[in-house]
T-cell receptor, first 113, second 112 residues
Framework: DGGITQSPKYLFRKEGQNVTLSCEQNLNHDAMYWYRQDPGQGLRLIYYSQIVNDFQKGDIAEGYSVSREKKESFPLTVTSAQKNPTAFYLC????????????FGDGTRLSIL | QKEVEQDPGPLSVPEGAIVSLNCTYSNSAFQYFMWYRQYSRKGPELLMYTYSSGNKEDGRFTAQVDKSSKYISLFIRDSQPSDSATYLCAMSVKAAGNKLTFGGGTRVLVKP
């Protein structure tokens, strides 16, 4: 079955530690996105990539980094510079470059130890 | 003021009732409008996707877009307990990398 796989489902971070969240899609979609979801605030865009080896900052990129070395993979690193990392992180992908909807994975919940 | 406003609820209805959800927005450049359903600890699932003003129907779901009023709605007919979830509206400007702007979500409870 085609889809978007995020791993792990739950992740714990110690103070001063970087952690990487995985996102893999086998839909052959060109564009991929990372969102952060906090209670009552909807989803906010962290980074997005419309093509391999290229990505752009979203609205809340500070303290995060990404790479897009392969079309199917778009990992997100939450660095120690992100002071409030506890949230639900969602990865999405989209076919083409315009009028198609985004489809989401099932998320990774990150908590601080 | 948020770019997209959505009542957080919860909205509680009896089984079989019509669920009415809506969002208002301020950016007149939005062209694409979506409704997603999200169950607890899961990712959002696309329900409806519309372009510009008008109505779209898919089974028990009807989406309406009124661009002149900057207002979108989702109606769920014959609601079921399995419809209990958080409903998120989202919209985008095609020229902006298709970045989505979301409402905060409305929690819906359908009681048997």
């Amino acid at each position: 079955d085609g889809g978007i796989t995020q791993s792990p489902k739950y992740l714990f971070r110690k103070e001063g530690q970087n952690v990487t969240l995985s996102c893999e899609q086998n839909l052959n979609h060109d564009a991929m996105y990372w969102y952060r979801q906090d209670p009552g605030q909807g989803l906010r865009l962290i980074y997005y990539s419309q093509i391999v080896n290229d990505f752009q900052k979203g609205d809340i990129a500070e303290g995060y980094s990404v790479s897009r070395e392969k079309k199917e993979s778009f990992p997100l690193t939450v660095t120690s510079a992100q002071k409030n990392p506890t949230a639900f992180y969602l990865c999405a992908s989209m076919q083409g470059n315009g009028n198609q909807p985004q489809h989401f994975g099932d998320g990774t919940r990150l908590s601080i130890l | 003021q948020k770019e997209v406003e959505q009542d957080p609820g919860p909205l509680s209805v009896p089984e079989g009732a019509i669920v009415s959800l809506n969002c208002t927005y301020s950016n007149s450049a939005f062209q694409y409008f979506m409704w997603y359903r999200q169950y607890s600890r899961k990712g959002p699932e696309l329900l409806m996707y519309t372009y510009s003003s008008g109505n779209k129907e898919d089974g028990r779901f009807t989406a309406q877009v009124d661009k002149s009023s900057k207002y979108i709605s989702l109606f769920i007919r014959d609601s079921q307990p399995s419809d209990s979830a958080t409903y998120l509206c989202a919209m985008s400007v095609k020229a902006a990398g298709n970045k989505l702007t979301f409402g905060g979500g409305t929690r819906v409870l359908v009681k048997p």
